[in-house]
């Protein structure tokens, strides 16, 4: 087939050379057997001198001036404006439900019209040398100012432990402490993500999905014409993204606000509201979700845009949520696994042998160390069936990841350890070989200054977190990068260390719930920083920003970030009186330091072997560690058998981490994402490749663009002012706000209902 759509164009001399050419380049893009690889496809990006990967050509071009205005001082200003005003935002309405967010594809948005003014308004003169307006706002100063935005702009994850730790322990440390935690938390990840760039950022197969929706939205924004965009008519990529992005918005007020039930759309369950097994299989609160259908893009697209993943990694998937969740999950709840049928077949909220919520405090001491008699006397820990079985798939993607890499990417690794930036098979390496590259030791230095802070930071304040500990959780940090990367890379999916951290310190550290805290955050979100920077390093990769511009805008900026997040949390508890309560007047009832704060009791106070040694409730889950470490062993060898069967599809740590976000994510979020995936990314793109290959990427931004625009003008019309009270007794409650909570699924109704002052479970325990 590659022969003959060459002969269309070439001779058969060229051909055969330009064959040859393609199966050399071919065999060098990825060493090993890349799943988002087309060869048709492939060869006439690679005679175009262009990226093997179709959905990279229609995202990013491949030319590049080096002459565009970039690491300016304009560009500079503006970046670390946002980065002070949106990270001050994100942690204000953080500790409020409901809450609001800057995302980084609003601050995408928000930048551009901030640069066109500067532009136009300001004079260009030079002030000390520095040019204050060097012209048209640039596509790569736009690129440059939205990381600086949007690398510290959420809420940083260590100040979970701060907030925790005066919450519910009474421990308030000076604000040296927190900035020291926050800074190494935040900036060891950073370090680690460059040094290990020339696996996950350089290598063209690591195409970082997620990316080329934020590529399209630049390129869509400053008018930018390339190759790969195709030649196909009708409407502009720009009058195309206006015309979605405005419907987008629009649109968002219907299910976001005024009819709430087409975004909890379980129409079954409104014809049967009280048939429980009904509404356990068809409902999207607490059920299944075998409905099937939402008209709200905040929930397609919760755990990601289903127009950016690649088909194949949603197929996986969509067969795992399949098995597990509409399979396994029914088959153990209706034989009673667990005592399940007393709780709801899905919540993320966990029982008592009463059915009741577990009350934590009954079982702690006032130093929050566990009072084993009263641990005894009350209740071991019960969870729904839905949240154990999201237990047992983190336990088998943690293995199977691992095996997957050393089967797998192993060939890759060792390659591209050895493979500098210039000698990469790919047109946008080349171009960005031309740039001053940052050295390794830049980096080297940050990871040393930063773990020297963190020592101090638990050795002069008490934490009770040694330092061997701390090794050890940027050990695992540091060893799971690379194979965790290379499949986010590929498939967009990321495969979480938050369990399997928190299940590590709870042996190794019992009873230690700050310790467990740390090391869960420096384990965890060192791995997650770590591949934020990669992905950020990869958009500047495609956009050809210089890599020393990108350093020091991701170091200054996430290092400005963390110090106002910090200032602005200190503020708060400070001014605002009952912060973190939960009848907190204006909503400041702090909902994520409270399921922070539960999940330190749980693993640092209650501890894992209180759930899954031997003779506990859930031990058996931990076969599934086993589970995970043999499935692609399997697929291996049968790929060694037929190379070209559809077991080079076949991803296991994808289909036990594609779940990772179930809870809070329920069916609502996978259910209609797979479906709306299935029909652009594969109906789409097989039968309109043009249509797609011009407008896909631009679609997804657009939705999403007009979304995070319509969440901050709903918040800040109709849900904050008064309180909340606009349409307190009107729209808030007309039947189609509230059709799907008045349902068995709504009011996470279970199966049996406990007799008055019984109890289930082990006698014992």
Request: with cysteine; glycine share 6%.
């Amino acid at each position: 087939m590659a022969v003959d759509f060459q002969e269309e164009r070439y001779s058969s001399t060229n051909s055969e050379k330009d064959d040859l050419k393609v199966q050399e380049v071919l065999e060098t893009i990825a060493d090993f057997d890349d799943p988002n690889i087309d060869r048709d496809e492939a060869m006439v990006g690679v005679l175009e001198d262009d990226s093997p990967y179709p959905e990279v050509r229609s995202a990013v071009a491949n030319t590049d001036d080096p002459s565009i205005p970039c690491n300016s001082f304009r560009a500079w200003v503006i970046g670390l404006a946002w980065a002070i005003l949106i990270s001050g935002l994100n942690q204000f309405f953080f500790f409020r439900y409901p809450s609001v967010s800057v995302s980084s594809i609003a601050a995408q948005l928000l930048s551009f019209p901030v640069g066109r003014a500067w532009a136009k308004v300001v004079p260009n003169v030079r002030v000390f040398g520095i040019q204050l307006n060097p012209g048209p706002f640039s596509i790569k100063e736009h690129v440059l100012v939205t990381i600086m935005a949007t690398v510290g702009g959420s809420s940083a994850y260590a100040t979970d432990i701060i907030a925790v730790q005066r919450v519910y322990y009474g421990q308030t440390y000076s604000f040296i402490y927190q900035w020291m935690v926050v800074m190494s938390t935040q900036l060891i990840g950073f370090s680690i993500g460059g040094i290990l760039r020339r696996f996950l950022v350089q290598p063209p197969s690591m195409i970082w999905p997620a990316n080329l929706v934020t590529c399209a939205l630049f390129n869509t924004l400053h008018s930018q014409t390339y190759a790969g965009i195709g030649t196909r008519g009708g409407i502009s990529r720009e009058r195309f993204f206006f015309y979605a992005w405005l419907g987008g918005l629009l649109w968002y007020l219907v299910p976001g606000y005024l009819f709430q039930g087409l975004s909890y759309f379980s129409w079954v369950c409104w014809i049967a509201p009280e048939n429980i097994v009904v509404n356990q299989m068809f409902g999207y609160v607490s059920g299944l979700g075998m409905s099937m259908v939402t008209f709200d893009w905040s929930q397609i697209a919760y755990i990601g845009s289903p127009l950016a993943t690649p088909w194949w990694a949603e197929a996986n998937i969509a067969v795992g949520f399949v098995f597990f969740f509409w399979l396994v999950v029914p088959s153990l709840y209706y034989t009673n696994a667990w005592d399940s049928k007393y709780m709801p077949i899905s919540s993320r909220t966990s029982y008592d042998n009463t059915a009741a919520s577990y009350n934590i405090t009954r079982i702690i001491n006032s130093d929050a160390s566990l009072n084993l008699t009263a641990y005894e006397e009350y209740s071991p820990l019960f969870l729904s069936t839905t949240f154990a079985i999201s237990y047992a798939l983190s336990f088998a993607s943690i293995t199977a990841t691992l095996m997957h890499a050393f089967l797998f990417f192993r060939k890759q690794i060792w390659v591209q350890s050895r493979r500098s930036m210039h000698e990469q098979p790919d047109i946008h390496a080349r171009l960005m070989s031309k740039y001053k590259q940052v050295p390794e030791w830049w980096y080297m230095i940050i990871f040393v200054i930063m773990f020297v802070i963190g020592v101090i930071s638990i050795e002069l304040w008490h934490t009770e977190f040694p330092v061997w500990a701390f090794v050890l959780s940027l050990t695992i940090a540091f060893f799971y990068v690379i194979p965790i990367g290379m499949i986010q890379a590929i498939t967009n999916q990321q495969v979480g260390l938050n369990v399997i951290t928190e299940l590590i310190v709870g042996y190794a550290l019992p009873g230690k719930p700050i310790a467990m805290m740390m090391f869960k955050t420096w384990g965890y979100i060192t791995m997650y920083q770590a591949l934020t920077f990669s992905s950020d390093f990869k958009l500047g990769h495609y956009m050809k920003v210089p890599p020393r511009a990108m350093f020091w805008g991701q170091v200054v900026a996430t290092a400005l970030a963390g110090t106002v997040q910090l200032g602005v949390q200190a503020w708060m508890f400070t001014n605002i009186p009952d912060l973190c309560n939960p009848t907190q007047k204006d909503g400041f009832i702090c909902p994520n330091t409270e399921v922070f704060g539960t999940a330190s009791f749980i693993w640092g106070v209650i501890g894992p072997q209180r759930q899954f040694s031997s003779g506990q409730v859930y031990h058996d889950l931990v076969y599934f560690f086993l589970i995970g470490a043999f499935c692609p062993v399997v697929a291996w060898l049968i790929s060694l058998k037929w190379p070209n069967s559809f077991i080079r599809y076949v991803n296991f740590p994808v289909i036990f981490s594609g779940m990772g976000a179930i809870p809070p994510a329920s069916a609502l979020n996978y259910v209609p994402w797979a479906i709306v995936g299935f029909i652009f990314q594969y109906v789409i793109r097989r039968k309109h490749f043009s249509w797609w290959t011009k407008y896909n990427y631009v679609l997804s931004a657009a939705m999403d663009s007009g979304l995070a625009v319509s969440i901050i003008l709903i918040f800040f019309c109709l849900e904050y002012p008064d309180n909340g009270s606009i349409g307190l007794h009107t729209i808030q409650t007309w039947w189609g706000n509230t059709v799907y909570a008045k349902t068995a699924d709504g009011q996470y109704t279970a199966l049996w209902t406990l007799p008055e002052g019984s109890t289930f479970g082990p006698t014992t325990w």
